[in-house]
């Protein structure tokens, strides 16, 4: 049996989920919202499910969802797609990630990834024979330093893996940070792998920059993006990846032998929903600003030190001098004694660098935030 995996404990997600079925707690650990998508997206879902096409579709998606993507990033982003040969359809971003890893990495070949992490690339990476080359980001700016990244690219760097805006920091890369990573991907050679699944949910006004289009990085970069995170229908696992064709038909060969397809009424449906007005973004984004700011200010008034939070539907807590050991003994504190699941942040951590936070989501509506806070009171008075 292959020693990444069985040495590999359960994802801290699924674990968090259990905890908080056990005990019967809001679960503000794995994300997820409890809005049950847009209504006019899951019908379109409905109908081609019971009327249309219920077998393979193409390999690469239905045209129609390809020519959908390109016309999106084009609108949204600027970035010009060939639906034809730039795109791709894959099960989730997840599927997206681990085929792009695969095709990418020759075993001993170097990626520089940045923790905090989402968990599945350092596995992916080592499975593929990659050999990780971590840059820790720190608290509470995130941001990158340019000796950590000088001592991290080498001569046989060939992938860099960056996630923005990033999970569970929920905080976005500065265009500086974006244009030094640009400097380095192209200085080295290095193709970058851009998990942007978050890109649409971001707050206060800001835009979403991709790393594709900087200087350098359009022959470089494989863009994802998940449909999950777009529409709040996180178990659809519709993603999708942009490339140039050259890289996209290596892409392709990995993606043959991973899924092959994805279930073409979902297809379909994500096809109509990445064509919703500006407007049914916009308000997207508010609604998810309002719940952050109701469980941030909720939790400030509890005795909290919460971390500000730029995008996704995650925020964090500092949890240092409120009494427990680590991150870990907080949240099984958290769910056991007080009935709210969270995420231990230092499972995004391999090199166990930061053990004082805490994600909680709040992607909820706001009767869940409300009885989570209510029972969170006390905690940061004295030991949960
Ligand atoms: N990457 C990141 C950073 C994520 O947060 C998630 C899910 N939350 C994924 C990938 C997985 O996306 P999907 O469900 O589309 O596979
Ligand atoms: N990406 C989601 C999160 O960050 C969870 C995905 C999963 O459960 N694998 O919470």
């Not at 289009?213 to 996180?234: C, Q």
């Not at 001098?321 to 004694?337: I, Q, T, W, Y």
């Not at 936070?357 to 029972?375: P, S």
Request: glycine share 8%; proline share 7%.
């Amino acid at each position: 049996m292959n020693p990444v995996f069985t040495t590999l404990p359960t994802t801290v997600f699924e674990t968090m989920s259990r905890l908080a079925r056990t005990h019967d707690a809001v679960n503000l650990g794995q994300g997820f919202p409890d809005d049950p998508g847009p209504a006019d997206v899951r019908e379109c879902g409905a109908r081609a499910l019971l009327d249309g096409w219920n077998q393979y579709p193409p390999m690469m998606g239905l045209p129609s969802l390809r020519e959908a993507v390109a016309a999106h990033y084009a609108r949204h982003q600027g970035l010009a797609l060939d639906p034809e040969t730039e795109v791709m359809v894959t099960s989730g971003a997840t599927e997206a990630l681990a085929g792009a890893l695969l095709a990418l990495i020759e075993p001993g070949d170097e990626v520089v990834l940045f923790a905090p992490m989402y968990d599945a690339y350092l596995p992916l990476v080592q499975r593929a024979g990659g050999v990780p080359r971590i840059v820790a980001l720190q608290p509470p700016a995130f941001r990158l330093d340019e000796a950590a990244l000088a001592a991290a690219f080498g001569p046989r760097t060939r992938v860099l893996v960056l996630n923005n805006p990033l999970n569970p920091s929920a905080t976005l890369f500065a265009p500086d940070d974006l244009a030094l990573l640009a400097r380095y991907c192209t200085r080295f050679d290095v193709t970058a792998i851009c998990d942007e699944v978050w890109e649409h949910v971001v707050f206060d006004g800001a835009r979403h920059q991709p790393l594709m289009a900087l200087p350098g990085m359009r022959e470089r970069t494989v863009k994802i993006g998940s449909a999950g995170k777009i529409f709040s229908l996180t178990g659809w696992k519709v993603g999708f990846v942009m490339a140039d064709a050259q890289l996209m038909r290596v892409l392709a060969k990995a993606h043959q032998f991973l899924t092959f397809t994805t279930p073409p009424n979902l297809q379909d449906a994500v096809a109509y929903g990445l064509a919703k007005p500006d407007v049914w973004f916009e308000a997207m984004r508010a609604g998810y600003a309002a719940s952050r700011d109701r469980l941030a200010s909720g939790l400030r008034d509890l005795g909290f030190r919460v971390l500000p939070a730029q995008a996704t539907w995650f925020l964090n807590i500092d949890i240092a001098g409120l009494g427990h050991a680590d991150d870990v003994a907080f949240c099984e504190a958290l769910v056991s004694r007080h009935g709210v699941a969270a995420i231990p942040v230092s499972a995004f951590y391999p090199d166990g660098s930061v053990r004082s936070l805490v994600r909680l989501c709040f992607a909820k509506v706001d009767a869940t935030l409300d009885t989570a806070l209510e029972r969170m009171r006390g905690v940061a008075g004295g030991a949960a």
